[in-house]
């Protein structure tokens, strides 16, 4: 029942919403819950949930973490850029390379240094966003007038 109430959540245009949901994320019990409560923190786009889902980043399951780096994808802001980073030694590749498309729509100059390293990744998939993170960064750079 709250795995499904956690992602119904993501759908409501309520301000409350944030906050249940973010208390979800970092407090419930059960992985799918706070998993659930990410993805709908993705829904709702908004820059208050931050600091919540760059906790998750922590989270002792990678599926959170995974989720976490997507919904931080869609909120791009600079204050998560350290724990993204930090992300793309993650044990899991999967949420390696969410962190790198995280990083890479950060379009700021200090994710270059990480998203080169990245490059090195052992699963190919990670080194491959890493490269198009790379790319997107120095079109958004030579796009600013």
């Not at 245009?13 to 992985?31: F, G, K, P, R």
């Not at 995974?66 to 994808?73: E, G, N, P, R, V």
């Not at 390379?97 to 994710?111: M, R, S, T, W």
Request: proline share 4%.
């Amino acid at each position: 029942m709250r795995r499904s109430a956690a992602l119904t959540l993501g759908h409501l245009q309520d301000s409350e919403v944030i906050i249940i949901l973010s208390q979800a994320l970092t407090n419930d019990s059960d992985w799918q819950v706070r998993r659930n409560a990410s993805k709908s923190l993705a829904i709702h786009e908004n820059y208050q949930a931050i600091s919540v889902l760059t906790i998750a980043l922590n989270d002792e399951h990678w599926q959170v973490r995974k989720s976490a780096a997507q919904a931080l994808q869609k909120i791009p802001d600079i204050q998560a850029m350290p724990k993204l980073i930090q992300a793309l030694t993650d044990e899991y590749a999967d949420v390696r390379k969410e962190a790198v498309i995280a990083l890479g729509n950060l379009a700021h100059p200090a994710v270059i240094n990480p998203l080169q390293q990245a490059l090195d990744d052992p699963d190919r998939e990670v080194s491959i966003q890493a490269q198009r993170a790379i790319q997107k960064n120095q079109r958004d750079k030579n796009s600013l007038p």
